[in-house]
């Protein structure tokens, strides 16, 4: 089970988001990069998110805030068809997330014609490219494939917290303690052509997914 499928097991979907609501009127939330992606929002132009692993516990929260008062999206989360998936699935539907259902080794085609169908149906979708089992911090070949065959921007997207918990898990999933200081920071866009070289994209996109991290840190820890 994975971290963030185990934090949520252990206490059900819904209770769990409630906890983590709850959390979330204690934080204090600052944000970074957000010149840059409000445009595209009131634009409506759809979006690919990707984030780390580690990162996502409070990201279904940090949406649906953002919505209230930034005039964000709601996003579309792919999760995988293990038991693991599931109750993922049933955590973030609580905060008014879509749902995709695959991954590399189960229901993967059909995961793929899902989330192209939501991107240019005008809509914004969310991936972990190091889940659901790692190796922690390896961005995976499916982001840089969906950008290229929709033409829809990736955006590196990180959450940080001090002070936190992080779990001893591959994934070293971070979870806040109450009246953390935290940070979201949005990271700057990349377009993938279909005629690209999708390993140099690949190679970007996850040093740029580990700088925006690394900014994030660094935010909470001034």
Do not use: K
Request: glycine share 10%; aromatic share 4%.
């Amino acid at each position: 089970m994975s971290a963030a499928a185990g934090v949520v097991h252990r206490v059900t979907p819904g209770l769990a988001a409630g906890l983590v609501r709850l959390l979330g009127t204690t934080l204090r939330v600052r944000i970074g990069g957000l010149e840059a992606i409000a445009p595209l929002w009131a634009a409506g132009h759809p979006l690919i998110y990707a984030v780390w692993h580690g990162r996502i516990l409070m990201m279904p929260w940090l949406n649906a805030w953002l919505r209230r008062t930034r005039g964000a999206r709601p996003v579309c989360v792919l999760a995988s068809r293990s038991r693991d998936g599931e109750l993922v699935a049933r955590y973030v539907r609580r905060f008014g997330l879509d749902v995709v259902r695959g991954s590399s080794s189960r229901g993967g085609a059909h995961a793929v014609r899902a989330l192209v169908a939501t991107l240019r149906a005008g809509e914004d979708v969310a991936l972990v490219p190091d889940g659901p089992r790692g190796p922690r911090h390896h961005l995976g070949p499916g982001v840089i494939a969906l950008a290229a065959t929709t033409g829809a921007p990736v955006v590196p997207l990180a959450f940080a917290a001090r002070p936190a918990r992080r779990l001893r898990t591959w994934d070293e999933l971070l979870i806040p303690l109450p009246f953390a200081r935290c940070a979201v920071v949005f990271g700057p866009t990349l377009t993938v052509t279909r005629d690209a070289d999708r390993e140099r994209a690949r190679r970007e996109l996850e040093q740029s997914l580990i700088e925006v991290t690394a900014a994030a840190d660094r935010l909470v820890a001034a």
